[in-house]
């Protein structure tokens, strides 16, 4: 230790005095030797610290801690079997396991302990240990002592039984007969067995197959027949289960494009000026159609989830097999129904009562009748070159009223220039030619031979009038629309030179019995006035590109579609904008892809749209596309005769302002 410093001037104090030594020193070094010690606290504040004033340091801040887990889940939805549909879950577990660990612990009286127990004992040194642990205890402890029991209070019971008496039996059964069988074995032992028990297995499958008729009679009487394949597979008994399995598992799997069907609405169309948008919904298609175009589509008339595609192919040199398929809204990803035919199908139609017969017309000029309900999967009437099948590919079928004897028929128009009524009677199918497009020819011409060259025109497509069941429109692949009647076959009631090319798609308006719709490959919509002097269109479009389908909406007059080459679908609504589509939407993004036919759901807001590579899309239209008046609260609510009046006043104030009125009119 360093020396004790000495005041210079007086005497060293007492070792007793120490504590006023200190003093004194403490006193006599000054101020100087504890400058570092008296020096003011600085306090180092991080550069990015918030500077508050003395109210936002004193305001309080509450934190309530709760026993809920901030990571469970609180929308849990699980299916309720009882109630048929998704429930969500009230209670959720808040319980957070941040440690757990298993512990090694054994009864003291278990098998196992005891086996421990012996084990220790009979190690050497045990004793010792076990004698300085008692010591170690202390001598106040004593051993339990072991309870005697009373030997003076000791009964003894017994029972004896009966021994039952044996029994035995015997039987005694006759030898199995025996047999000594020797053979040898060769290849072509071999295959005369095999080919034994294959002709065995066929002649079983026609004994199981039994194919009956039999006859329905309606209020009207009608007959129909229906063949029935009875199978005995184990897969058809749970078909139905597994259909609605099927169906679940979709539903969950496009959740999301189930819930813009159903809730979706476009926000957007309250800022645009009249314009409206097309929402891709489902998408579908089948591995055996992708080669083959969409030649036809067709909404059930009962089931408004249902719908079928007709599957071929528009080129001459490409012709293979056909197929129908029927698609559900429920299940997007495989067909309800499919039928392969031996044609390219051109075009299909539902019957409107009976929504389980589907007519079919093909490439190769035949016709035919389909059931939904039938399980051979054939069709169950199809024409022939015996019963005059057309010669030339059906572009068009339509059902129609039964006819006198309660009997269902349909009528086709074929490129051989005839329009066919076919009858389902009993087992066949029978034919009538109602009117043949006969082509105008011109009489200056002083050849005649040229005269009697190409007659017939070639029919491509045709409507019937929804009032007057006599009155149809064809129209022909050379532009012209023929109007005639059903009564008189051999003339026309009108001709008009509508297009200058193939008209692909005549339809009349489903509300205005006088307007009626044609488009074609000259790039052309247009609408007509069949009651219009002139002959000239009221509307005329120009979509910049072949216009393959036209489809009025089944909900408003003056709303139609339109499908063309360039893969775009058109929306127009002539009591919006008479001039221009309200929309005009890219729906194939691949090249030289074409949209081919267009068709609207009578329920549902949404229109399917088939390509030429097999796949059929699902739009939905938005609200700016499907305005319907509103009908006033507290006020009865509007017929149907009313509503239809309402859609042909509105049609009719559109033509009142394209419309020349006539010599009549203007006197």
Same mark, same amino acid.
């Given at each position: +230790?360093?020396?004790?410093?000495?005041?210079?001037?007086?005497?060293?104090?007492?070792?007793?005095?120490?504590?006023?030594?200190?003093?004194?020193?403490?006193?006599? !070094?000054?101020?100087?030797?504890?400058?570092?010690? $008296?020096?003011?606290?600085?306090?180092?504040?991080?550069?990015?610290?918030?500077?508050?004033?003395?109210?936002?340091?004193?305001?309080?801040?509450?934190?309530?801690?709760?026993?809920?887990?901030?990571?469970?889940?609180?929308?849990?939805?699980?299916?309720?079997?009882?109630?048929?549909?998704?429930?969500?879950?009230?209670?959720?577990? =808040?319980?957070?396991?941040?440690?757990?660990?298993?512990?090694?612990?054994?009864?003291?009286?278990?098998?196992?302990?005891?086996?421990?127990?012996?084990?220790?004992?009979?190690? @050497?040194?045990?004793?010792?240990?076990?004698?300085?642990?008692?010591?170690?205890?202390?001598?106040?402890?004593?051993?339990?002592?072991?309870?005697?029991?009373?030997?003076?209070?000791?009964?003894?019971?017994?029972?004896?039984?009966?021994?039952?008496? !044996?029994?035995?039996?015997?039987?005694?059964?006759?030898?199995? @007969?025996?047999?000594?069988?020797?053979?040898?074995?060769?290849?072509?032992?071999?295959?005369?067995?095999? +080919?034994?028990?294959?002709?065995?297995?066929?002649?079983?499958?026609?004994?199981?197959?039994?194919?009956?008729?039999?006859?329905? %009679?309606?209020?009207?009487?009608?007959?129909?027949?229906?063949?029935?394949?009875?199978?005995?597979?184990?897969?058809?008994?749970?078909?139905?289960?597994?259909?609605?399995?099927?169906?679940?598992?979709? =539903?969950?799997?496009?959740?999301?494009?189930?819930?813009?069907? &159903?809730?979706?609405?476009?926000?957007? %169309?309250?800022?645009?000026?009249?314009?409206?948008? #097309?929402?891709?919904?489902?998408?579908?298609?089948?591995?055996?159609?992708?080669?083959?175009?969409?030649?036809?589509?067709?909404?059930?008339?009962?089931?408004?989830?249902?719908?079928?595609?007709?599957?071929?192919?528009?080129?001459?040199?490409?012709?293979?097999?056909?197929?129908?398929?029927?698609?559900?809204?429920?299940? @997007?990803?495989? @067909?309800?129904?499919?039928?392969?035919?031996?044609?390219?199908?051109?075009?299909?139609?539902?019957?409107?009562?009976?929504?389980?017969?589907?007519?079919?017309?093909?490439?190769?000029?035949?016709?035919?009748?389909?059931?939904?309900?039938?399980?051979?999967?054939?069709?169950?009437?199809?024409?022939?070159?015996?019963?005059?099948?057309?010669?030339?590919?059906?572009?068009?079928?339509?059902?129609?009223?039964?006819?006198?004897?309660?009997?269902?028929?349909?009528?086709?128009?074929?490129?051989?220039?005839?329009?066919?009524?076919?009858? #389902?009677?009993?087992?066949?199918?029978?034919?009538?030619?109602?009117?043949?497009?006969?082509?105008?020819?011109?009489?200056?011409? %002083?050849?005649?031979?040229?005269?009697?060259?190409?007659? #017939?025109?070639?029919?491509?497509?045709?409507?019937?009038?929804?009032?007057?069941?006599?009155? *149809?429109?064809?129209?022909?692949?050379?532009?012209?629309?023929?109007?005639?009647?059903?009564?008189?076959?051999?003339?026309?009631?009108?001709?008009?030179?509508?297009?200058?090319?193939?008209?692909?798609?005549?339809?009349?308006?489903?509300?205005?019995?006088?307007?009626? $719709?044609?488009?074609?490959?000259?790039?052309?919509? &247009?609408?007509?006035?069949?009651?219009?002097?002139?002959?000239?269109?009221?509307?005329?479009?120009?979509?910049?590109?072949?216009?393959?389908?036209?489809?009025?909406?089944?909900?408003?007059?003056?709303?139609?579609?339109?499908?063309?080459?360039?893969?775009?679908?058109?929306?127009?609504?002539?009591?919006?904008?008479? *001039?221009?589509?309200?929309?005009?939407?890219?729906?194939?993004?691949?090249?030289?892809?074409?949209?081919?036919?267009?068709?609207?759901?009578?329920?549902?807001?949404?229109?399917?749209?088939?390509?030429?590579?097999?796949?059929?899309?699902?739009?939905?239209?938005?609200?700016?596309?499907?305005?319907?008046?509103?009908?006033?609260?507290?006020?009865?609510?509007?017929?149907?005769?009313?509503?239809?009046?309402?859609?042909?006043?509105?049609?009719?104030?559109?033509?009142?302002?394209?419309?020349?009125?006539?010599?009549?009119?203007?006197?």
């Amino acid at each position: +230790m360093p020396p004790k410093p000495v005041i210079k001037g007086k005497a060293a104090p007492p070792a007793g005095g120490r504590k006023r030594d200190d003093d004194s020193m403490s006193q006599d !070094l000054g101020e100087g030797a504890f400058d570092d010690w $008296m020096q003011p606290k600085a306090l180092m504040k991080p550069d990015d610290q918030l500077e508050l004033s003395e109210i936002e340091m004193k305001e309080e801040y509450t934190r309530i801690l709760t026993a809920n887990n901030p990571h469970a889940p609180s929308n849990i939805v699980r299916y309720n079997f009882k109630e048929c549909q998704f429930r969500p879950i009230a209670h959720v577990d =808040q319980l957070a396991v941040h440690f757990s660990l298993d512990g090694n612990l054994i009864h003291k009286e278990s098998d196992e302990a005891r086996r421990q127990l012996t084990k220790i004992t009979s190690e @050497p040194g045990y004793e010792e240990e076990k004698g300085e642990e008692e010591k170690a205890e202390g001598d106040g402890e004593k051993k339990k002592d072991k309870k005697i029991t009373n030997q003076f209070n000791f009964s003894e019971r017994a029972s004896q039984t009966f021994n039952n008496p !044996l029994r035995e039996r015997t039987t005694q059964t006759e030898p199995p @007969p025996r047999a000594t069988f020797a053979s040898n074995a060769t290849q072509w032992a071999i295959y005369d067995a095999y +080919m034994e028990d294959l002709e065995r297995q066929e002649k079983a499958k026609e004994k199981k197959t039994v194919t009956t008729s039999s006859k329905k %009679d309606d209020d009207k009487n009608k007959k129909k027949i229906a063949i029935v394949e009875t199978q005995s597979d184990d897969i058809s008994r749970v078909a139905k289960a597994s259909s609605i399995v099927e169906r679940m598992v979709n =539903q969950n799997t496009y959740d999301d494009i189930a819930q813009d069907f &159903k809730y979706w609405e476009d926000i957007s %169309d309250e800022y645009r000026d009249q314009q409206g948008t #097309l929402l891709p919904l489902w998408k579908f298609g089948y591995e055996k159609s992708k080669r083959l175009a969409v030649t036809a589509l067709a909404w059930c008339p009962k089931y408004h989830d249902l719908f079928a595609a007709g599957h071929g192919s528009y080129d001459f040199l490409r012709q293979t097999n056909g197929m129908i398929l029927c698609y559900s809204l429920k299940n @997007p990803s495989y @067909p309800e129904y499919a039928f392969e035919t031996d044609s390219g199908v051109m075009c299909l139609d539902f019957h409107p009562e009976y929504p389980y017969l589907l007519s079919a017309g093909f490439y190769d000029g035949n016709v035919g009748v389909y059931s939904l309900t039938d399980r051979s999967k054939k069709a169950l009437f199809m024409s022939s070159a015996k019963t005059g099948k057309h010669a030339d590919p059906v572009w068009q079928v339509k059902w129609q009223k039964d006819d006198i004897d309660n009997n269902l028929n349909f009528f086709s128009v074929s490129s051989d220039g005839r329009v066919v009524s076919w009858t #389902l009677i009993k087992n066949d199918l029978t034919h009538t030619d109602i009117i043949s497009l006969k082509l105008e020819t011109d009489s200056n011409k %002083d050849n005649e031979e040229d005269q009697h060259l190409l007659t #017939l025109g070639c029919g491509t497509a045709f409507d019937f009038h929804s009032q007057l069941d006599y009155l *149809y429109l064809v129209g022909t692949e050379e532009g012209k629309i023929h109007k005639c009647s059903k009564v008189y076959n051999s003339q026309f009631l009108d001709t008009l030179d509508s297009h200058h090319m193939a008209v692909y798609k005549v339809q009349w308006n489903h509300f205005h019995p006088k307007i009626y $719709m044609t488009c074609s490959a000259d790039w052309t919509v &247009k609408i007509w006035d069949h009651t219009y002097h002139k002959k000239e269109p009221m509307f005329v479009f120009d979509l910049n590109s072949s216009v393959g389908d036209v489809a009025w909406s089944p909900y408003s007059s003056t709303v139609f579609a339109a499908v063309t080459a360039d893969g775009k679908v058109h929306v127009f609504d002539l009591n919006v904008n008479k *001039y221009e589509a309200i929309c005009d939407q890219v729906v194939l993004t691949k090249k030289k892809t074409k949209l081919t036919h267009i068709a609207f759901n009578s329920i549902q807001p949404i229109i399917i749209v088939g390509d030429d590579r097999g796949y059929v899309t699902s739009l939905k239209l938005s609200p700016n596309l499907r305005k319907v008046p509103k009908e006033k609260k507290n006020v009865e609510q509007k017929s149907d005769e009313e509503k239809i009046a309402i859609e042909i006043a509105k049609m009719d104030k559109l033509l009142s302002l394209v419309r020349e009125p006539s010599e009549k009119d203007k006197n």
